[in-house]
Nanobody, 124 residues
Framework: QVQLVESGGGLVQAGGSLRLSCAAS????????MGWFRQAPGKEREFVAA????????TYTDSVKGRFTISRDNAKNTVYLQMNSLKPEDTAVYYC?????????????????WGQGTQVTVSS
């Protein structure tokens, strides 16, 4: 069982930055691929970024490439999402998720554990 707690969300102006953190409980954190997803009001949850257990492989959705960076610190059981050049369309609840596997996945259904989410609001 893995419990995930996100933090770092907030209100920021367009062009600004935020760093989200996701702290994981439980053992063997490095054996889980980790992902960030987001859900805007009235829309489905969508993939944002993911990272392999070792941190050696990452993938991003096209709309955040070059602006967002996912990273992890396995010694601290934490995964991060650095978000730069934020846009109003990035406004959503951001969720981190854990996948019991070594392959990085981009679909909601492949993830086994989810956090409660943190709100990110970008004003224009």
């Amino acid at each position: 069982q893995v419990q995930l707690v996100e933090s770092g969300g907030g209100l920021v102006q367009a062009g600004g930055s935020l760093r989200l953190s996701c702290a994981a409980s439980g053992r063997a954190f490095s054996t889980y691929a980790m992902g960030w997803f987001r859900q805007a009001p009235g829309k489905e949850r969508e993939f944002v970024a993911a990272i392999s257990g070792s941190g050696g492989s990452t993938t991003y959705t096209d709309s955040v490439k070059g602006r967002f960076t996912i990273s992890r610190d396995n010694a601290k059981n934490t995964v991060y999402l650095q978000m730069n050049s934020l846009k109003p369309e990035d406004t959503a609840v951001y969720y981190c998720a854990a996948d019991r596997g070594v392959v990085v996945h981009t679909t909601v259904g492949r993830y086994d554990y989810w956090g409660q989410g943190t709100q990110v609001t970008v004003s224009s």
